[in-house]
């Protein structure tokens, strides 16, 4: 059970430190220039939909059985996965524009 709490408890303090980068590239897209906004503003609206699908998992994850754990442990895998490739490129791609 120890080790079960100590990787929700994980995934839980990287999602907290994924919220705050995209806190920083909504302020950059704010700030972008008139023609890269909405561009930018859109990144943002996927990221925070990539991360209610992730929090929504994370908390399955949290009231599953011991026998689903496994199941519902790959599930959230996955989410975190397309979550953490979504918001690496789109870092990538505010830093490449300015």
Do not use: C, P
């Not at 972008?32 to 908390?59: F, G, I, N, P, S």
């Not at 790959?74 to 300015?98: I, Y």
């Amino acid at each position: 059970m120890k080790k079960r709490e100590e990787y929700i408890e994980t995934m839980t303090k990287q999602l907290k430190e994924w919220s705050a980068r995209i806190d920083e590239l909504e302020i950059k897209a704010r700030t972008a220039k008139a023609d890269m906004k909405v561009v930018y503003e859109q990144r943002v609206r996927e990221l925070k939909d990539k991360r209610e699908d992730v929090t929504r998992k994370l908390h399955e994850l949290k009231g599953a059985s011991n026998e689903a754990w496994d199941a519902v442990k790959t599930g959230v895998e996955k989410a975190w996965g397309e979550f953490k490739d979504a918001l690496s490129d789109a870092r990538d791609k505010f830093k490449k524009a300015g």
